[in-house]
């Protein structure tokens, strides 16, 4: 075989990556605008050229991928993804930066802290797109493993070692009160975590956050029960302006009013409690694009000028 010559095209992973999302031939052929058979064809003629199996067949119940679809379905998205950055570099070679930024963000930073990031950036790198997606911790560290996220913005939470991590800003946590409620209303800027314990307390309920919430509480040997749960930040901060409970976050807030027009107080705690960390989460296995490393530097001095002035 000649040295370098490959047997396989970005077209044949592309019908790959697609049809390893939906796992079904038919889903796969309707989304790329082809027949089914020419998808079919074209996955068995990548199989015979790679040697191995990437797909289980089911008659009555579609595809699943097998432990080598699965191995490299990372590998071809990273390959797609390069050759894009190479297509849109050979476009605009006089333009600079350009090409499509898939970001990440806490679900409960998201309404904060990325519209503004990405609006700035765009001002000044015309040719830059994104595609966000809002997730809880599990998922954005799956995207960036996956190649399917460049970067995440995110909290120093259950980190693993596959992933780099560029630390920003440290956020204690603090406690969210209904504005008439008597710890809200009394003159002590801070709040006891004892004072909390027979209170109803509103859980932001997302994996990763609930149990850090929880264990602040460690210390004084008796974790709350929630009287009430939401995995969205804005519910959260409803409830407790209408008078549900209390909540802890740890972002700050610029405003005190819910989207119903309800108040909330804000109150630190007057034990030395663990903050997280804000930081910049990426893939060590993902050598970023040109585009990808402004855009985080970008981001690293937002952010920490944004929390320094705030």
Do not use: W
């Not at 946590?173 to 004072?195: C, F, G, Q, W």
């Amino acid at each position: 075989m000649e040295v370098g010559q490959l047997h396989y095209s970005l077209r044949q992973l592309r019908y790959f990556v697609v049809t390893a999302e939906v796992l079904s031939f038919t889903a796969a052929a309707r989304k790329l605008h082809i027949s089914q058979p020419s998808i079919s064809t074209a996955l068995a003629d990548l199989e015979a050229s790679f040697g191995v199996q990437l797909f289980i067949r089911h008659h009555a119940s579609g595809l699943s991928l097998t432990q080598a679809g699965r191995d490299m379905l990372g590998q071809a998205r990273n390959l797609l993804k390069n050759a894009e950055e190479l297509q849109s570099a050979a476009r605009e070679m006089d333009s600079g930066m350009s090409g499509a930024i898939a970001l990440g963000c806490m679900v409960s930073l998201a309404p904060p802290v990325m519209p503004a990031l990405i609006s700035r950036f765009i001002a000044s790198h015309a040719g830059v797109s994104f595609r966000t997606q809002e997730a809880h911790q599990d998922d954005l560290l799956r995207g960036l493993r996956d190649g399917t996220l460049d970067l995440a913005l995110t909290y120093s939470l259950d980190l693993t070692d596959e992933i780099a991590f560029t630390p920003l800003v440290s956020l204690p946590p603090y406690v969210i009160l209904p504005k008439l409620h008597r710890l809200a209303r009394a003159r002590a800027r801070a709040v006891s975590l004892t004072e909390l314990l027979d209170e109803p307390y509103v859980m932001l309920d997302l994996p990763h956050s609930r149990e850090y919430f929880a264990a602040l509480f460690d210390v004084v040997g008796t974790r709350p029960v929630p009287a009430f749960r939401s995995s969205q930040p804005e519910v959260v901060r409803g409830m407790v302006a209408n008078g549900l409970g209390y909540s802890i976050l740890n972002y700050p807030l610029k405003s005190f009013r819910t989207v119903d027009g309800a108040d909330f107080v804000i109150k630190q705690f007057k034990e030395d409690v663990l903050a997280t960390t804000l930081g910049i989460a990426q893939s060590r296995e993902l050598k970023p694009r040109q585009v990808v490393k402004r855009f985080a530097e970008f981001c690293e001095t937002q952010i920490r000028e944004l929390h320094r002035n705030g």
